[in-house]
Every structure is written in structure tokens, then in C-alpha cells.
């Protein structure tokens, strides 16, 4: 199914093309938007001024390449460490002076702004090398590089980027306590198309986001995906969680990060459901357990078998009365003390977010009664 329409979508893209140097782009979305009309005049003048501008930055640059490209300076790139050092190198063989690297900086600018990713990339990796960390360019050089790997899809690439943007940031102050904000904001906005394309990402994306339960927030924010959470962990709520599992398969596929987790989000959360629902019931109705996890009984029946022959699930299926019968397994007491204290934790933090929320209420009412004497 289509949720936009394809001529906003269109215009959309136009709107934003507009603010980049992808002139060439434009002019194709233009023509695929409105096919019975002319280019518009002012995008061919925007084309030449762009390759006007793009000539004058390459012959400033040519000479700064060249330098580059010498065997010499190829070999000092891979033995140097320390980025003053190589600085200096060049300085003294080749006449190397800080306004190259700000042509250099410039000219990689210009090439992201005309789709020229990778060649954006070579260039702000030297600028990132040549420049100290206290440069007014190399935080916006860092942001650069970064933002190259991700839109050629580079993710070692772009993964190693990302730290060293977080540890420039978390390393450094700014002049105030907004753009600290501001820097952190973009991060986790960045740090997204990383995590989901990654093959490391799903772990990496945990660490840097996982704080207090969910549940515990509900009453600032919650979607589809938390409510299922809670209605399987916190309410034991089987036919809540069935109701929500459906809702995030809807959300899942529609958000652009996500849908590359729906199946396997999708499989665990049937499983979550299945284990949970085994614990408090010895014999369960195939075709009960289907609606629970919304499949028909025999996908449910396909799938229980397939949990039993991947020794993930203690079970016998009697197909005559469409039951799956649950193992008896002596459970170790180390296992059940782990069981009895495992939601130790969450009760603590609960009470002790209950004492804070009584005392914050009591010093309001001191504070107010304060007011009135």
C-alpha cells in the first residue's frame, strides 16, 4: 500500500534539493514531477553558476592533490601518527602552508554538496589529519566525514567515524550548555543509520541507549512497541500484548530505521510470548496458542516444532488433541533463587521512584503553605 503520495513525495524531494548543489538532480526530479513543462530558467543559471564555481575550486586544488599523490608523501601518510608531524614534513619538502588545508576544506565541502561523497571524504580525511582538534574546522570536518561514509553506505567505515565524533564531543566544552546539547542531539540522530546497518549494530545501539525499564517512563511516553513490553512483562496481559504485537508489526513497517528488524523482532516477540505463556501452564491448546501469537494453527504447529528440534523448547505436540504438552524439568535451586530475586531490582527502583514522587509532593505543599504565612 502507498502511505504518500508520490507527487508530495516529489516535491518533497525538489524542496530539498534546492539547498544543495545537485543541480543536475534537480533538473531530473523536475522533469518527473512536471513532464509537460520547460526546466525552470533559474535552475540552468543555478547549473552554471555551480560549475563555474566547481572549476574555480578544482584549480586551487590541483596543485594541492599533486602534492598528495607523490609516492614520498604517500609513505609518510602511512607512517605518520601524529598529524603535526606530517605537517611539518610536507611544510618543508613541498611548501605545505595552513591555507591549503582550508582550500582543501572548502573544495570537500562543495564536492558533498554535489552528491561527490567519496571525493568529500578522501579530502576531509586529510583535513582532519593536517589540522590540530582546536581548529574551527575540525569538528565540522569530522561531521563531514561521517556524514560521506554514511550516504555511501561504508559502515566500518562510518562506525569508526561515529566514535570519534562522540569521544571529540564528550573530550570537549563548548560556549554553552545549548550546543553541547545541540552536538549530542546529532549524534544520536547520526548514530542511527549506523546501528541499523551494521552488522554489529543492533548490540552497539543497546550500549548506547539502554537506561531504566520503559515501563517506567509510560507516563511520559510510550508507543506500540513499549505497551507490548509491558503488557507481556509488567501486566501479563496475553491478549494485551497479541493487540500491541499487531500494532508494532503496522509500525515496524512503516518506520524507515525499524523495518529492517520486523521479521526477526516479529519471531522474538512470538517466542517472549510463547515462553511466558509456558510458564504458567503445563498443557496448551495449539489453536489458543495461534491466536495468541497471531498465526494460524498450523503455522503455530510448524513453528512449536520447529522450537523442539532446536532443542529451544522442552515439549511434546499431541496432534489428536491439537495440545502441546510442556517438559517437567527439576529446576535447580541456584535457578530458583535467580527467579525469585530477578525483579528484586525493579520493585527497589519502583519504590524508591514512589518515595521521591511522595516527597516531591510533600515539599510542594510546604513550599505552598510557606506562600501563604
Known amino acids: 500500500f502507498q502511505l504518500y503520495d508520490e507527487k508530495e513525495m516529489l516535491m518533497g524531494k525538489l524542496d530539498l534539493l534546492s539547498n544543495t ?11 518527473n514531477l512536471y513532464p509537460d513543462q ?21 584549480a586551487k586544488t590541483d596543485s594541492i592533490t599533486e602534492i598528495f599523490e607523490q609516492q614520498e608523501v604517500q609513505r609518510q601518510i602511512q607512517a605518520s601518527r601524529d598529524g603535526r608531524q606530517l605537517y611539518d614534513f610536507l611544510s618543508k619538502e613541498y611548501g605545505f602552508k595552513h591555507d591549503m588545508i582550508n582550500t582543501l576544506y572548502d573544495y570537500a565541502k562543495f564536492q558533498y554538496e554535489c552528491g561527490n561523497y567519496s571525493g568529500a571524504a578522501e579530502f576531509l580525511y586529510f583535513v582532519r589529519v593536517l589540522i590540530p582538534p582546536n581548529d574551527r574546522n575540525f569538528l565540522n570536518a569530522c561531521w563531514g566525514k ?81 505497551e507490548f513490553v509491558q503488557c507481556l512483562y509488567v501486566d501479563f496481559d496475553f491478549d494485551g500484548a497479541q493487540k500491541k504485537l499487531r500494532e508494532c508489526e503496522t509500525v515496524l513497517y512503516n518506520d524507515f530505521f525499524l523495518v529492517a528488524c520486523l521479521e526477526d523482532f516479529i519471531e522474538n516477540a512470538r517466542l517472549l510470548i510463547f515462553e511466558t505463556f509456558c ?87 510546604d513550599n505552598q503553605w510557606a506562600g501563604q504565612e
Open 146 to 226: 561521517l556524514a560521506s561514509e554514511i550516504l555511501m553506505q561504508n559502515w566500518d567505515y562510518a562506525l569508526e567515524d561515529l566514535n570519534k565524533v562522540k569521544d571529540l564531543i564528550d573530550g570537549n566544552s563548548f560556549n554553552s550548555d545549548l550546543m553541547t546539547l545541540q552536538q549530542r542531539t546529532w549524534v544520536i540522530h547520526w548514530s542511527l543509520f549506523v546501528y541499523f546497518n551494521h552488522p554489529k549494530g543492533r548490540d552497539l545501539i543497546i550500549d548506547q541507549f539502554l537506561y531504566t525499564p520503559t515501563f517506567q517512563e509510560s507516563y511520559t511516553y510510550k508507543d506500540p512497541i513499549t
Open 38 to 58: 520547460a526546466v525552470p530558467q533559474v535552475l540552468k543559471d543555478k547549473r552554471q553558476e555551480v560549475v563555474a564555481q566547481l572549476k574555480n575550486l578544482q
Open 21 to 31: 548543489n545537485m543541480v543536475d538532480f534537480a533538473m531530473d526530479v523536475h522533469r
Open 279 to 365: 510458564r504458567i501452564h503445563e498443557c496448551i491448546s495449539i489453536s489458543m496458542l495461534a491466536e495468541k501469537l497471531n498465526m494460524s494453527p498450523d503455522e503455530a504447529e510448524k513453528w512449536i516444532v520447529n522450537l523442539i528440534r532446536n532443542a529451544r523448547l522442552d515439549a511434546k505436540i499431541d496432534s489428536k488433541l491439537g495440545h502441546v504438552v510442556m517438559g517437567t524439568q527439576a529446576v535447580s535451586p541456584y535457578q530458583q533463587v535467580i527467579e525469585k530475586t530477578k525483579n528484586l531490582s525493579f520493585r527497589s527502583q519502583m519504590l524508591a521512584l514512589n518515595i521521591e514522587k511522595k516527597l516531591g509532593n510533600r515539599g510542594g505543599q
